[in-house]
């Protein structure tokens, strides 16, 4: 068992981490931790597609002397997934970070329980 485990580190980190992750998002009140778990969580699934698509030995798919042969390089699937979901997150997050700031300056709170009051109450005053 701890030899599996010591052998397969990458995918055991990215699991700790996407399980810390998810724990902040579900447990934390605060908007920004709840974004942070987000990040944390995003992290984690990037380090175990990188880790899956990276084999010990091999190159990147770059073709240099002549070598054309597949099993000489590394799949560039995963590489490029990993990148896409970087964008991906930047952007989930600017606009998180955006509506956080908006829902700050609107009920001078971050905690969703308050949030969630405050917004009733202003419903019913309506």
């Known amino acids: 068992m701890l030899e599996n485990l ?5 995918e055991a980190v990215a699991v700790i981490l996407f399980g810390i992750g998810f724990v ?3 447990f934390q ?6 974004l942070i778990g ?3 969580m995003d992290n984690g699934v990037f380090l ?4 899956m698509g990276y084999i010990s030995g091999r190159k990147a798919p770059i073709i ?9 390089y590394i799949n560039p699937v995963p590489a ?10 930047v952007s989930v997050t600017a ?3 955006s509506l956080t700031v908006r829902l700050y300056k609107r009920y001078h709170t971050l905690n969703l329980d308050e949030i969630y009051i405050l917004s009733r109450h202003l419903s019913e005053d309506r």
């Open 6 to 10: 010591l052998a397969n580190y990458e």
């Open 24 to 26: 902040m998002l579900l």
């Open 29 to 34: 009140r605060n908007l920004i931790k709840k």
């Open 38 to 40: 987000l990040n944390i």
């Open 48 to 51: 175990l597609l990188a880790s």
């Open 64 to 72: 240099a002397d002549g070598v054309q042969s597949t099993e000489a």
């Open 80 to 89: 490029g997934l990993v990148l896409t979901g970087i964008v991906v997150s």
């Open 95 to 97: 606009i998180m970070l």
